[in-house]
DNA sequence: CGTGTTATTGATAGATCTCAAAGATGGTGG
DNA sequence: CCACCATCTTTGAGATCTATCAATAACACG
């Protein structure tokens, strides 16, 4: 019964409104478990065991067409939870959790969620608001992946990333974890090429700053810009 | 109380395994709502003010991009629900529903919807499933649209229209409503103009037969080898 | 029999992917 | 501490797919 395990559990979406009688069942039923950088909490067609909130650290999900092409499905930081779909309707996990950088996470068994959320209501009803958030995440990239431009793609991709895990540094804010051209290649259906290509672009232009795995963006308004702007003719 | 409503209920998925009392509060608190061929059930950005289930007839959900083009989101037909995610997190509609044949369907505010859901888990729990469901579907989308060309991708459209709303008639599938060109443009990130071409190319081999508003497949596996088969590098 | 919508088709331009090769980078083991 | 290796990144050139532009044609409806 860890008070910092209670503090973030409080501050986890889901479990928003339920009471401190409520919240220590849920962390009383909760298993823990870490994961190393570069390991995998579950994989795409496994059986789904738990559902899990993430404690710390970061991590990537992904899924493979049946032709071997790789998708970035989001990435994940402290406080969110993921397995879920999971454990109601698809009995496997529809994609491959990996860690970018060293993980612990609580985690909830099938039987325990479903218990849970038939004592307290409030469970999922909370759990529907977030995935229902989701679904118009995932609508959304629908929509860019549908309408616009490779490079107006790579512009939010950086935008969302940023607002998720952005830290601000003296030049502007860095993603805070790994990430390559590949991964973000992977966010936006596009190839690590025009990826690189286009980072190169806006370096130069001094929009954007970025190494090996690291990529810092120097001015946001000029990213937001590109990503919002222009109604696609006038480019 | 009409007898067929209770059978349709009965038959939805989120409805599943409640007892009849339950059900019988299920329907005394919807309410019913006709909406005509080309008219919506309500608008993009409007205040959310019910979930509904369409009990016949046939209707398109779109979103409209800030630039002003249209995204096909789904198409619905009896049993299915709609509306539901932004009663719940999103205040506002996400998209457009429109009739696209004359439809009927049961509706529940609100207030209505999160009184049954705390009094039922059950109800808020089969929620989540279909919910989850509509999520992986979405993530299908965006790897088709990650990675692959449109001539796959108005296969996996096709076939899928055909599995919601496909009705066997002498030579092939028909599907079931008028859809136009432009809407299947709109479910595939494509133009009218290439989903033209791409239709004409398959209707000289005899795969699909259309016209006007109209889609009959008549060599579903052929369809399915497009949608499924070689490895991008191979055509 | 107009009239507006929907569909077809040709030509052309561009955005991206592919293919190929070389250049960084950082970690690791000797 | 340094050389080496596996990864990640950059960049060029050419091939393609698909959007765009522009007309024309077919269809349904009042």
């Not at 409080?10 to 478990?33: P, Q």
């Not at 059986?47 to 990435?75: C, H, I, N, W």
């Not at 590949?182 to 690189?196: I, N, R, W």
Request: hydrophobic share 35%; aromatic share 4%; net charge positive.
């Amino acid at each position: 019964m860890d008070s910092r395990e209670r503090a973030l559990l409080g501050g986890v979406e889901i479990f928003a409104e339920l009471d401190e009688r409520a919240l220590d069942e849920v962390l009383r039923t909760a298993h823990r478990r870490r994961v190393g950088k570069g390991e995998t909490v579950f994989r795409q067609g496994e059986e789904a065991q738990s559902f899990y909130v993430l404690v710390d650290g970061r991590l990537k999900v992904t899924q493979v067409t049946p032709e071997g092409q790789q998708v970035v499905v989001r990435f994940m930081g402290p406080g969110e939870m993921f397995g879920c779909v999971a454990v109601f309707g698809g009995r496997r996990y529809p994609g491959t959790a990996t860690a970018v950088e060293d993980t612990r996470m609580l985690g909830w068994t099938k039987g325990a969620t479903q218990h849970l959320m038939e004592r307290h209501p409030r469970l999922a009803m909370n759990t529907l608001g977030t995935v229902g958030g989701r679904l118009q995440e995932s609508q959304a990239r629908v929509r860019e992946l549908s309408t616009e431009r490779v490079e107006r793609r790579i512009a939010h991709a950086l935008l969302r990333l940023a607002g998720q895990a952005g830290k601000p540094v003296g030049s502007g804010i860095r993603i805070d974890f790994p990430i390559s051209r590949q991964d973000v290649a992977e966010m936006t259906g596009t190839t690590l090429h025009t990826v690189s290509r286009t980072l190169s672009a806006w370096e130069e232009q001094g929009i954007v700053e970025s190494g090996r795995q690291k990529i810092t963006i120097r001015k946001p308004d000029a990213l937001l810009a590109i990503a919002e702007d222009q109604p696609t003719p006038a480019r």
